[in-house]
């Protein structure tokens, strides 16, 4: 069955850096769009950043650009998003997702907390 394991949250400073890594099987990972989503404590679920098959290329939610960067490495079936300048408002459940064969699938989730 697919999985979607997240890990490498935690707790760090304003001004910190994370990296967040999701580890998939189940199902070809290189045939899979890629996100990471995430959802702050009393606000929606929201598209944080994707990767996509070909080529490689990404989109990035406006408050994450220039500080976030989403990553695959088909060889391990991982997905990876790093995080720098992170700031208080980025603290959430960050949530992998993988789009394939027309379905979506989900992580549990892995809490990272931005504070001092």
């Known amino acids: 069955q697919v999985q979607l394991v997240e890990s490498g949250g935690g707790l760090v400073q304003p001004g910190g850096s994370l990296r967040l890594s999701c580890a998939a099987s189940g199902f070809t990972f290189s045939s899979a769009v890629m996100s990471w989503y995430r959802q702050a404590p009393g606000k929606e679920r929201e598209l944080v950043a994707v990767?996509?098959?070909?080529?490689?290329?990404?989109n990035y939610a406006d408050s994450v650009k220039g500080r976030f960067t989403i990553s695959r490495d088909n060889a391990k079936d991982t997905v990876y998003l790093q995080m720098n300048s992170l700031k208080p408002e980025d603290t959430a459940v960050y949530y992998c997702?993988?789009?394939?064969?027309?379905?979506?699938?989900w992580g549990k989730g892995t809490l990272v907390t931005v504070s001092s």
């Open positions: 990767i996509f098959i070909t080529g490689g290329s990404t």
């Open positions: 997702n993988a789009f394939v064969n027309f379905q979506a699938y």
